[in-house]
């Protein structure tokens, strides 16, 4: 990474730190349309928070690029050209709270469609014979990345459930895969990865420990977005890395989000609507309260995030060592969502172990 990267990098993270703060130091004057109450069954804050930290990331991503060498300067430029819709579909959604699930759902699968049209971000091989053979046809690749792309982005949103839980996450996958692309060569990639970070970092700075902002919609959809799109161009331009090195980067909000949309349906609930049943809720309910009950609300709210961070972070180290290995990677792939799958059983049943008695959580029946 160059010295220009390294300075637009602490440019971003330094506008997105600034912005939140300042975010957070004016609310009364516009906290009747950016702040976040406590109510809702997946809500755990204590306090009204302003729900608007996208907005520092996007500006801080936004005026650094203009620093960046050329070719970064493309691909960032490209990549938030294409966020429009996602981002701003979010940002309607933090501010009016009148954006349906469906059209957010629609507008990061348009930023996914625009990304594989400007950015070149497509989808063309999960080195599986038959399957490449189908993405070699440019309108189901265009769809697959789309919905990949959309699903991303809403898995992020998804996990944006604690102080600092999606901006440690986000954080973790970009590291991969700034070090997958740098691994190879891929210099302009690998910066942009960074860059991303720092915004994040900038944000997360605010936001963790003491939750002072939240992403919100728009910066959930903006970021997960970005993390898709990135994880789409370091296999696409890079062939010797495997497409399942850069979906182990992003393995755990993409199983969350899967299990979540799995049991709702089996619940009979609306695939988009939320509950409390997240694995890092039942982290919350199950182990921090139980374990830190001495802890304020803040900090036992704060306390989730670092576990679910290990959660994290063991599949995308798994991507990085075996990045030119498909089938090892396609295994890790299994056995992460079985121990996933494991784990959430073993919580929902109040216990490690499989002989707990049955029980109804506080919260699945009333969830929305």
């Known amino acids: 990474m160059s010295e220009q990267a390294w300075l637009a990098a602490w440019v971003a993270g330094g506008v997105a730190f600034a912005t939140c703060l300042l975010i957070v130091m004016t609310r009364r004057w516009h906290g009747h349309f950016t702040l976040d109450g406590t109510d809702g069954v997946q809500k755990f804050h204590a306090a ?35 966020a429009i819709p996602a981002f701003f579909s979010g940002l309607g959604e933090d501010l009016t709270r009148r954006v349906s699930v469906r059209t957010r759902l629609l507008a990061t699968m348009a930023s996914g469609a625009l990304a594989w049209w400007l950015a070149d971000a497509a989808l063309r091989r999960l080195d599986i014979p038959v399957v490449d053979a189908w993405l070699a046809w440019a309108p189901l690749s265009l769809v697959f ?59 997360g700075l605010v936001n963790f420990p003491l939750g002072k902002i939240f992403l919100g919609d728009g910066g959930a959809y903006l970021l997960g977005y970005l993390l898709a799109a990135l994880a789409v161009l370091v296999s696409t331009r890079n062939p010797q890395i495997s497409p399942w090195a850069a979906l182990m980067a992003c393995a755990y909000p993409i199983l969350e989000v899967g299990f ?23 982290i919350n309910r199950r182990i921090i309260r139980k374990r830190f009950a001495p802890l304020s609300a803040t900090l036992q709210n704060s306390a989730v995030s670092p576990i679910v961070w290990g959660l994290a972070a063991a599949p995308a180290v798994c991507g990085l060592l075996f990045r030119d290995s498909t089938p090892r990677l396609m295994a890790a792939t299994l056995l992460f969502g079985l121990l996933y799958a494991i784990a959430y059983l073993r919580l929902v049943r109040f216990s490690w172990f499989w002989r707990a008695r049955r029980s109804v959580l506080p919260g699945a029946v009333n969830s929305r």
């Open 48 to 82: 009204p928070t302003p729900r608007i930290g996208g907005l520092g990331v996007a500006l801080g991503l936004v005026v650094s690029r203009n620093m960046l060498e050329p070719a970064v300067a493309q691909i960032l430029g490209a990549l938030l050209l294409c």
């Open 145 to 203: 990345t789309a919905f990949a792309v959309g699903g991303v982005a809403n898995a992020v949103n998804i996990v944006d459930g604690f102080n600092g839980l999606a901006a440690g996450i986000l954080l973790i996958a970009l590291a991969a895969l700034g070090l997958l692309a740098q691994g190879v060569g891929d210099t302009a990639v690998a910066s942009v990865c960074w860059l991303v970070g720092a915004a994040v970092l900038g944000f």
């Open 260 to 282: 979540s949309v799995v049991r709702r349906i089996r619940r009979q609930y609306p695939a988009g609507h939320p509950d409390r049943l997240h694995l890092h809720s039942l």
